[in-house]
């Protein structure tokens, strides 16, 4: 079909481009990183990373397409000569059940002159496997190499919450659903309030995503989360300014 020749075009690395949005300290104004977005010709259905993704899966050409996501990345990456973390989403898939996909990962860096203490990769909590041994197993491995971790739309299931930061992860990513309209909503507050707490414990920062509104960045400040990604700050870019205007509140 027309799609799946699309995907093959984006596989081979043609059309498929990537985006940067910064994560930012809400107190200092200063970038900690920058997270990858991948996407799409802009006239397809593919443009979508959900889609595309989830194309792939099914076409079993999801190693393929994570290997030419993370080589584009760390290439734009050092192109645009973006300081700080570079903030990379993977498939629990893909870092559980290929560890030689771990070493993939830190073949190209060294082939960009980056090392894995650059690099925080994004699981995230939703699309997690049942096989725990295994994904523990696979975290350690890239903790090893030297890799940090970062837990992904954090708050989407609950229950699994204390079993995620038993994996220590450095950065955990609040769910953007339970950042938007927060400072009205007090449920939402006593939710962050424990994550922020139960992240302490475990040595975790937190960073709140999908911030849109200042009132909301206030409301995350009084409950403790001060690093955020959001249009607020910047929308993910294909050019972004590596020095990101921010508006910092008083
Ligand atoms: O940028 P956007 O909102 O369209 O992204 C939608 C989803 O696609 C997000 O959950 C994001 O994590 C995921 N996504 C974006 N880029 C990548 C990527 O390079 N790899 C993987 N696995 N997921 C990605
Ligand atoms: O699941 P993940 O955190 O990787 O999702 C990142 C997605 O969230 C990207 O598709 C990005 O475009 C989107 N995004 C980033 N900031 C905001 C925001 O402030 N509001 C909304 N609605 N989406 C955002
Ligand atoms: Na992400």
């Known amino acids: 079909t027309q799609l799946s020749i699309e995907l093959d075009q984006i596989i081979e690395g043609a059309q498929l481009t990537i985006h940067f949005q910064p994560i930012i300290d809400a107190n200092s104004g200063q970038v900690l990183g920058w997270e990858a977005l991948c996407r799409g010709p802009s006239d397809s259905p593919l443009h979508s990373p959900l889609v595309l993704f989830e194309m792939a899966a099914r076409f079993n050409k999801l190693s393929k397409l994570e290997?030419?996501?993370?080589?584009?990345?760390?290439?734009?990456?050092?192109?645009?000569?973006?300081?700080?973390?570079?903030?990379?989403?993977?498939?629990v898939d893909s870092v559980v059940t290929s560890i030689n996909f771990h070493r993939e990962i830190f073949d190209e860096l060294q082939l960009n002159g980056l090392s894995p203490n650059q690099i925080v990769i994004e699981l995230t909590e939703t699309r997690a496997t049942d096989d725990l041994f295994a994904l523990e197993r696979g975290i350690t491995g890239l903790k090893?190499?030297?890799?940090?971790?970062?837990?992904d739309d954090l708050g989407e299931g609950f229950a699994s919450l204390k079993r995620w930061i038993k994996m220590l992860p450095q950065f955990v990513k609040i769910d953007r659903h339970f950042i938007d309209g927060i400072h009205k909503d007090t449920l939402k507050q006593q939710f962050v309030k424990s994550i922020v707490d139960i992240a302490a414990k475990a040595g975790s920062k937190v960073i709140g995503e999908g911030v849109e509104e200042e009132a909301d960045l206030r409301s995350l400040r009084i409950q403790g989360?001060?690093?955020?990604?959001?249009?607020?700050?910047?929308?993910p870019c294909y050019?972004?300014?590596?020095?990101?205007?921010?508006?910092?509140?008083?």
């Open 225 to 235: 989360v001060n690093l955020i990604q959001g249009y607020l700050i910047a929308k």
């Open 144 to 151: 090893e190499l030297g890799f940090s971790m970062a837990i």
């Open 67 to 91: 290997l030419i996501v993370l080589k584009k990345s760390l290439m734009r990456f050092k192109e645009l000569g973006l300081a700080g973390l570079l903030f990379l989403n993977f498939t």
């Open 239 to 250: 050019e972004p300014l590596s020095t990101v205007e921010t508006r910092i509140l008083k």
